[in-house]
């Protein structure tokens, strides 16, 4: 079975604060991660995957298959980071079947 | 492209009416899947689906809820007789296919409130 975990319901962060938004999975074999982004009144987009090992907005985020974690970061906030972030697992096997986090909804105080 | 759309985007039907929620996939998607987010939750997976196959319906309750993807319209999830406990959003996503680089794209969902 595969699962994530978001630990964290709300963060709040100060502007120019770094940020790091936790995400643990489980998973048996080689899964891919991704970070999906939901801000105010949108609907919910791709924002970054492990896969591509790319800087979303400032956004980073690297895969520790050591401690099964695919932790958001970035180092200065900013207000309009404010949203929901949704960490995500797309299974290597079958068709693929993606497995969503509770969700952490960052707040950045101005 | 317009994107997934949802409609309606609120639903309210009273207990043991039925809910039909549409999901029209971006243009040249044949795959869809339904999630639903309660209150306090995150999304759970629902169903997938691909043009005239349901493909995993394991998140779907047994009783009560079907989807459908017809080779013409919208992907429909039905919900019969339905109870305060539904009263959620759901969200649809489309992609082209599978393998790596198939995002799912997601439409702004559907509300509903049983009262």
């Known amino acids: 079975a595969q699962r994530v975990t978001q630990p964290e319901k709300l963060l709040s962060v100060f502007k120019g604060a770094p940020v790091e938004l936790k995400c643990n999975y489980s998973?048996?074999?080689?899964?891919?991660l991704f970070w999906y982004v939901q801000y105010s009144r949108q609907r919910l987009q791709l924002l970054l995957r492990h896969i591509s090992r790319e800087s979303i907005k400032g956004f980073t985020a690297d895969l520790n298959k050591g401690e099964t974690s695919f932790h958001l970061k970035k180092p200065f906030a900013q207000e309009e980071d404010s949203a929901m972030y949704y960490c995500?697992?797309?299974?290597?096997?079958?068709?693929?079947?993606?497995?969503f986090g509770t969700g952490t909804k960052l707040q950045v105080i101005p | 492209n317009a994107g997934v759309m949802q409609n309606p985007r609120h639903l309210v039907r009273r207990r043991g009416q039925e809910a039909r929620l549409r999901c029209s996939p971006m243009?040249?998607?044949?795959?869809v899947y339904w999630y639903r987010q309660l209150p306090e939750e995150g999304l759970k997976f629902m169903v997938y689906?691909?043009?005239?196959?349901?493909?995993?319906e394991s998140g779907m309750p047994k009783e009560r809820f079907s989807a459908e993807f017809p080779k013409e319209g919208p992907s429909i999830l039905r919900i019969q007789q339905v109870v305060r406990g539904d009263s959620a959003a759901y969200f649809c996503a489309s992609s082209s296919g599978q393998g790596s680089y198939n995002e799912q794209f997601f439409g702004p969902g559907t509300r509903l409130t049983v009262l």
């Open positions: 998973y048996s074999g080689s899964p891919e």
């Open positions: 995500a697992l797309r299974s290597s096997g079958g068709y693929q079947k993606v497995t």
């Open positions: 243009k040249g998607h044949s795959h």
């Open positions: 689906l691909q043009k005239e196959n349901i493909i995993d």
